[in-house]
C-alpha cells in the first residue's frame, strides 16, 4: 500500500509541476491536419505586445482596459502563424534547403551595409535581438527568398530601374550634408538627480542640496569633456581612437565617432548650427545638446544635388527585386488559404470570434435595457 501511496503522491507532483507545459502543448489550430500550438502562440503574443509602440509606451496589453489591442494583436499573431505554417508545408513540399554558408553569405551582406560585425552587433544589442535570435529570423528569410526564386523570375531590368527613377526622381535629390564624427560625454540633469535621490545615503538632502549635488556632476562631466578636447586638439589625427575609448554614444564609438553624411534636419539644432558652419578637417569647441557634451570633427561637405541614376541602379533594383518577391509570396499565401483545411480546435482563436470581439469593443460595451415603465393603474 505504501508503495501505490508513494507512486500516486510522485504522479500528483509530476502533474502540478508539468501542467504549464501542458498547456503550452495543447493544439488550438491545426493547419492540414499540422499543429500550432499555445505555446507557440502564446511566445509570438508575448512578443508582439511587448516590442514597438507598445514598449515605448509602456502599453499593458493584459490590461482590461487595453482589451481592443490586445484583440487586434491576437487577431495579427494568429494570422501570421497560419501563414507560417503554410509557407514552411510549401518549402518542404518543394525541397527547399538553406546552407551554412546561405545563412553566412546573407550576414556578410547586411554586415557590408552596416559598416562591421561590430556595428551589427551593437544594432542587435539596442534592438533586444540575441544573435540566436538574429540567425534564426535570416535563416528564414532566406528560405522565403529561395521560395520566392522557384515561383518565377523576380529579375529586373535596368530599364524598368531607369523607369523608377525617373518617376521618383524626389527620392534621389539631397540638401547641403556634410561628413562627421563626434565625440559624446553624456549629461542627463533629471537622471543624475534620480540616482542622487535613490541612493539611501542621501535621503536626509534637503532640495537645495540635491541640486547642488547635481550640478557638481554636471560640472565634472563638462571638465571630462574639456579635457578630451584638449587631447583632440593636440593630436587631430587621434581622434576616431580617442572616440572609441572615451565616446558615451556607443552606436558611433566603435566606429572612432563615424556619423557620415547628414543634412542639418537630421540631428539637433545645436549640432547642426555648428557642424555646418565648420570646414572639412577641422575641430569644434564643446557643443552642449540635450544629449550632453559632443566634440565634433567635421571631415567633408557635399553640396545640395541629385544621385545620378549609375549610382543608385543596384539600389533600386535590388528595392523592386524585393517587391516582386513579396507579391509572388502574398499571391501564393493567398493560393494555399483557399485550398488549405484549416480547423480552429479552440474557438477563441478563430478569426471570426477574434473580430467579434474588435467590433464590441469598438462600438463599447453594450448598454443594459432600461426597464420598462409600469402602467399607470386604471382608475376605479
Known sequence: MKGKKLLATV???ALLFTGCGIKSAQTIITVNGQKITQGQYDAKFKEASQSGMMAQFGIDVND??????????KNKVINELVVQKLLDQEIAKRGIKVTNEDVNNAIKEIVDKVGSKEQLDQILKQNGVTPAQFKKDLTQEVKLKKLAQSLG???????DAKKFYNENISKFKYPDKVRAS???????????????KTDKANKDLTEAQIKAKVNEEVAAKEAKAKEILAQVKKDPSQFAKIAK???DDTTTAVKGGELGFFAAKEMVPEFS???FSMKPNTVSGIVKTQFGYHIIM?????????????????????????????????????????SADIQYVNKEYD?????????????GAPKKAEPAKAKAAPKK
Not at 153 to 159: E, I, K, M, N
Not at 182 to 196: D, G, M
Open 11 to 13: 504522479a500528483l507532483s
Open 64 to 73: 482590461g482596459k487595453n482589451n481592443f489591442l490586445a484583440s487586434l494583436i
Open 153 to 159: 523570375s523576380t529579375t529586373v531590368s535596368d530599364a
Open 182 to 196: 563626434h565625440i559624446l560625454i553624456a549629461v542627463n540633469p533629471q537622471e543624475i538627480e534620480e540616482i542622487i
Open 245 to 247: 575609448e572615451n565616446s
Open 273 to 275: 548650427k555648428v557642424a
Open 298 to 338: 567635421v571631415t567633408d561637405r557635399m553640396a545640395a544635388g541629385q544621385q545620378p541614376f549609375e549610382k543608385v541602379k543596384s539600389d533600386i533594383k535590388g528595392y523592386l527585386e524585393n517587391q516582386k518577391q513579396l507579391d509572388s509570396i502574398d499571391n501564393l499565401v493567398e493560393s494555399l488559404k483557399k
Open 351 to 363: 478569426p471570426t470570434e477574434i473580430q467579434k470581439s474588435i467590433q464590441t469593443e469598438m462600438n
